[in-house]
């Protein structure tokens, strides 16, 4: 069997490869991205040269250009997806788009600090050891058969991504899995039936990571970059519990239909031993320390974090106090650095070289998206695009079937928070020219772009599992594109049947 710390050490090897993967992926060479450099910023002079098409203004023909010229780069990630996003604060006010001061308020908008301060209680759960507590609380309680221990893998795992990235939550359980798979190939050997299991495995755990950050607002930088665009777009305020009844029964329905697509159809595995499972978990359980003050105290902090985004609005007509999202977070965040956890009082849950690790990539990147959003309405361009939709006589159900079938399948050759930017303006403006909410095209296409199933370098969770030697590519684009069949189907079944009976339209 591996050691504890031989295990940790793999998973953060794996981690750390897999993000390189996904980081250099679409470059190549030196060449790529110097031509993609070049080609970008080429495309916006030429489109600069030319007159906008009929009825659009210069400044909306210049964001058009802006809009290409991200897109390239981000395509390409030629650059950082974080420092193609500062584009807006360089090239806008140099366009005429909006004035700096305009561009700059955008990176600073509430929904930015709401995710700070999420960002901050996520990165507190991960430091104390909380997370890996939760996983194997929830992986011994579900069962040791071998569905069901991977039913417990894939709600452990989908839970810590509903708060902390969708990397980290991968990489935790991807230690814990690898225990798991090693002490039973060293208990019965490598044979077929611990192949089909070894691989449902470390899908269910890849898979479950990218659906469990679907449920809450603060779970994937994509249900954030459509709150920005909503709000600063069209003054849609979107709330974390408002997002938490779409995100979370989507969450569900996805984790059942995937365990059920590995379990039962592509990776049975029945004959592995029950026992040898529950020992595994059980070793796992063994080696954790006792709780200790601070994870009591990131505990109860995370929890009362969590009752005020869900009960703020409840709060504010009690009190009167003007409760929001983002105070909870940021109310939540400075009690992590302000409780100490140790008798001398020198230790605190949360320290600054802790939190100086925060994702601050994706906090440029949510600010470049509200600050496109705000120019599409600042130049006119959303109501542009609206006119030339308005005439389309198509039925609804069939935009939101080719939305999220483009989105599904965009997101396994671009990532995630790129194709979100640069899509989510776009089909916001065309329900609007079809005279309907924003939200009716923009919410699926936001929960289809977290479905990146089929390629190991689709998103960072699949690149992780990858390194599996028992995983082959084939194993992945399999199950992969089955699932990817049904996100497609649930996305657009849940404007129906979930987002249309909460919204009335």
Avoid at 24 to 37: D, K, W
Avoid at 57 to 78: D, Y
Avoid at 272 to 295: F, K, T
Wanted: aromatic content about 10%; hydrophobic content about 60%; charged content about 10%.
């Amino acid at each position: 069997m591996v050691p504890e710390n031989q295990i940790s050490i793999l998973a953060f090897e794996a981690g750390r490869t897999a993000m390189q993967e996904v980081r250099f992926r679409p470059l190549g060479s030196r060449i790529r991205i110097t031509l993609a450099l070049v080609c970008g910023s080429v495309l916006y002079l030429l489109m600069r040269l030319l007159d906008p098409p009929a009825g659009m203004s210069e400044n909306a023909w210049a964001l058009m250009a802006l809009l290409l010229w991200m897109v390239a780069w981000w395509l390409s990630e030629a650059l950082p997806l974080a420092v193609t996003a500062l584009l807006p604060v360089i090239v806008m006010p140099l366009s005429g788009i909006a004035e700096i001061g305009t561009v700059t308020g955008a990176y600073g908008h509430p929904l930015i600090f709401l995710f700070l301060g999420g960002f901050m209680l996520a990165m507190a759960i991960e430091s104390v050891g909380l997370h890996r507590r939760i996983a194997l609380a929830i992986v011994s309680r579900v069962g040791t058969r071998p569905r069901d221990l991977t039913l417990g893998f894939m709600i452990a795992t989908a839970f810590l991504s509903m708060w902390i990235t969708n990397t980290a939550a991968t990489i935790m359980m991807y230690a814990v899995a690898l225990s798991v798979i090693d002490f039973i190939k060293a208990k019965s050997g490598a044979s077929h039936t611990f192949r089909r299991f070894s691989i449902g495995l470390m899908l269910a755990v890849a898979y479950s990571a990218s659906i469990g950050g679907m449920a809450t607002l603060i779970g994937s930088p994509v249900n954030a970059l459509l709150a920005t665009i909503l709000a600063g777009e069209y003054g849609i305020t979107v709330e974390f519990v408002d997002w938490l009844l779409i995100g979370l029964p989507v969450t569900l329905i996805m984790l059942a239909v995937a365990w059920f697509l590995l379990t039962f159809i592509l990776y049975p595995s029945s004959n592995v031993q029950s026992g040898d499972l529950a020992e595994a978990v059980q070793n796992e359980q063994d080696r954790l320390p006792p709780v200790s003050r601070a994870e009591k105290t990131v505990a109860v902090v995370f929890t009362l974090a969590a009752l005020g985004w869900i009960f703020g609005d409840q709060i504010s007509y009690l009190t009167g106090l003007p409760i929001s999202d983002t105070a909870v977070a940021l109310t939540a965040a400075i009690f992590l650095f302000a409780i100490p956890v140790n008798k001398d009082m020198t230790e605190f849950a949360l320290d600054w070289r802790t939190a100086a690790r925060l994702p601050w990539n994706v906090l440029l990147l949510i600010g470049g998206g509200l600050a496109v959003a705000l120019a599409f309405q600042l130049t006119g361009l959303a109501d542009w695009i609206g006119e030339r939709v308005s005439g389309l006589d198509i039925a609804v159900f069939a935009m939101v079937l080719l939305v999220t079938t483009m989105m599904v399948f965009l997101t396994e050759i671009m990532s995630n928070p790129a194709s979100a930017a640069t899509i989510l303006p776009v089909v916001s403006a065309v329900a609007v020219g079809l005279d309907l909410t924003p939200l009716i095209l923009a919410v699926p296409a936001a929960l289809a772009a977290n479905m990146s199933f089929m390629m190991p370098v689709a998103t960072a969770p699949n690149a992780i599992v990858f390194s599996n030697s028992d995983l082959k590519i084939l194993d992945m684009a399999k199950a992969g594109l089955w699932l990817n069949l049904c996100g497609i189907a649930v996305c657009t079944l849940s404007v129906y049947f979930i987002f249309r009976p909460l919204s009335g339209w």
